[in-house]
């Protein structure tokens, strides 16, 4: 198969090969934590338990309701778009709650940061209901806006109605307005005479919905909002191409979204850490980024599943399964062995008495993963 027949589907081979090419790629990114597709980001925020610094109505909520994390969870962040598989969550510097800094400062001359020495915190991966941007046309065009700026829309809010126990059923239902939802994320396309914008595009964030299984991007979700927004919606504040804050201002823009009707599900992250940061593997598309042996478990999985649907030799696909297997072993094993692996383990009695006078080891990057099983034979 040449790549020309591989770029344009003018093969079997090559129909069969992108059918499944990308899909086996994201599969064994899944098999172990590699470490070339490893990445942390902030998480960004979309709801919390009433009370929280992020969400204080002017009431509690009596009973659970939609617009706050389901229990026993405290916040609720959107699923990164290009996280193939979440692997543990840490805090920040320093917390809103208490204006205390998780990492105190030393007070010896030249000493620096403290660093975090507790266990990785728990999450759960979890689906939520939401409405999402499609489209984006521009209300009031602004002014200081360049190509490429970043421009993060309101602070969505989310009203519901307050319903109560049935010992209380006497009591009036109350309407409750909550701040919460992650605005959807525009992108300057086209500016005019002192930088208004003409045009912008949708940033997609939500997971696997703007690429085809043969790796085309297909559309845009951003944005997840609880109930649609009124048009037309401000700006909440602009980034430059640096990341820096921008200097455009006054724009406002028309928002198309996903369905009018019913919300649809979006993957989430449950915890109960405030400004929560994720570690997790990333999607990689370009081969040059990857593991050796990345490369080597791709190739043959790949090999195992194409002899076997061009030629139906299932001895020939099995031992193809079988190098593989091996080669993730292999590499399991060698991201275990890349980097510090002391294995001091504190015991608790000593621990919860300060006994601890350094970083602890157990947190990372010597963690316990449960990776799951290896590919099965036909």
């Given at each position: 198969?040449?790549?020309s027949?591989?770029?344009?589907?003018?093969?079997?081979?090559?129909?069969?090969?992108?059918?499944?090419?990308?899909?086996?790629?994201?599969?064994?990114?899944r098999?172990?934590?590699?470490?070339?597709?490893?990445?942390?980001?902030?998480?960004?925020?979309?709801?919390?338990?009433p009370t929280t610094?992020?969400n204080?109505p002017?009431?509690?909520?009596?009973?659970w309701?939609?617009g706050?994390?389901?229990?026993?969870?405290?916040?609720?962040?959107?699923?990164p778009?290009?996280?193939?598989?979440?692997?543990?969550?840490m805090?920040?510097?320093?917390s809103?709650?208490?204006?205390?800094?998780?990492?105190?400062p030393?007070?010896?001359t030249?000493?620096?940061?403290v660093?975090?020495?507790?266990?990785?915190l728990?999450?759960?991966?979890?689906?939520?209901?939401?409405y999402?941007?499609?489209?984006?046309a521009?209300?009031?065009?602004?002014?200081?806006?360049?190509?490429g700026?970043?421009?993060?829309?309101t602070?969505?809010?989310?009203?519901?109605?307050?319903y109560?126990?049935?010992l209380?059923s006497?009591?009036?239902?109350?309407?409750?307005?909550?701040?919460?939802g992650?605005?959807?994320?525009?992108q300057?396309?086209?500016?005019g005479?002192?930088?208004?914008?003409t045009?912008?595009?949708?940033?997609?964030?939500?997971?696997?919905e703007?690429e085809?299984p043969?790796?085309?991007?297909?559309?845009?979700?951003s944005g997840?909002?609880?109930?649609?927004?009124?048009?037309?919606?401000?700006?909440?504040?602009?980034?430059?191409?640096?990341?820096?804050v921008?200097?455009?201002?006054?724009?406002?823009?028309?928002?198309?979204?996903?369905?009018?009707?019913s919300?649809?599900?979006?993957?989430?992250?449950?915890?109960n850490q405030?400004?929560?940061?994720?570690c997790?593997n990333?999607?990689v598309t370009?081969?040059?980024?990857?593991?050796?042996?990345?490369?080597?478990?791709w190739?043959?999985?790949?090999?195992?599943?194409?002899?076997?649907?061009l030629?139906?030799d299932?001895?020939?696909?099995?031992?193809?399964?079988?190098?593989?297997?091996?080669?993730?072993?292999?590499?399991?094993?060698?991201?275990g062995?890349?980097?510090?692996?002391?294995n001091?383990?504190?015991?608790d009695?000593?621990?919860?008495?300060?006994?601890s006078?350094?970083?602890?080891w157990?947190?990372?990057?010597?963690?316990?993963?449960?990776?799951g099983?290896?590919?099965?034979?036909?």
């Amino acid at each position: 198969m040449s790549s020309s027949e591989f770029a344009n589907n003018t093969s079997n081979e090559a129909i069969q090969a992108n059918l499944i090419i990308y899909k086996l790629r994201d599969e064994l990114n899944r098999m172990a934590p590699w470490d070339c597709v490893e990445k942390f980001a902030n998480l960004t925020y979309i709801t919390s338990l009433p009370t929280t610094p992020e969400n204080t109505p002017n009431t509690n909520l009596p009973l659970w309701q939609p617009g706050t994390p389901a229990p026993p969870w405290a916040y609720e962040y959107q699923y990164p778009v290009d996280c193939m598989r979440a692997r543990w969550i840490m805090p920040q510097y320093t917390s809103l709650a208490g204006g205390i800094p998780i990492y105190p400062p030393g007070t010896a001359t030249g000493s620096s940061n403290v660093g975090w020495t507790g266990p990785p915190l728990k999450f759960k991966v979890s689906t939520d209901q939401f409405y999402a941007a499609t489209a984006a046309a521009v209300s009031a065009t602004g002014l200081g806006y360049a190509v490429g700026d970043l421009i993060f829309l309101t602070q969505p809010t989310y009203t519901i109605t307050q319903y109560y126990p049935p010992l209380e059923s006497t009591l009036t239902p109350a309407t409750v307005t909550m701040n919460v939802g992650a605005p959807a994320v525009l992108q300057v396309t086209g500016i005019g005479v002192g930088g208004a914008i003409t045009t912008v595009a949708v940033v997609n964030q939500v997971f696997g919905e703007n690429e085809s299984p043969s790796g085309a991007a297909t559309q845009s979700l951003s944005g997840s909002y609880y109930q649609p927004p009124a048009n037309p919606v401000a700006q909440g504040f602009s980034t430059g191409a640096n990341g820096q804050v921008g200097n455009g201002t006054g724009a406002t823009f028309n928002l198309t979204m996903s369905s009018v009707s019913s919300p649809a599900p979006q993957r989430v992250l449950l915890c109960n850490q405030e400004n929560a940061i994720l570690c997790y593997n990333c999607s990689v598309t370009d081969p040059n980024v990857m593991d050796a042996l990345f490369q080597d478990a791709w190739v043959h999985i790949l090999a195992a599943r194409l002899s076997f649907q061009l030629n139906g030799d299932k001895a020939l696909a099995n031992s193809l399964i079988g190098l593989t297997n091996e080669m993730v072993g292999q590499a399991r094993k060698a991201d275990g062995n890349e980097g510090i692996t002391v294995n001091d383990v504190m015991p608790d009695f000593l621990r919860v008495r300060g006994g601890s006078s350094g970083p602890n080891w157990e947190y990372s990057p010597n963690m316990s993963f449960d990776w799951g099983s290896f590919y099965s034979p036909y």
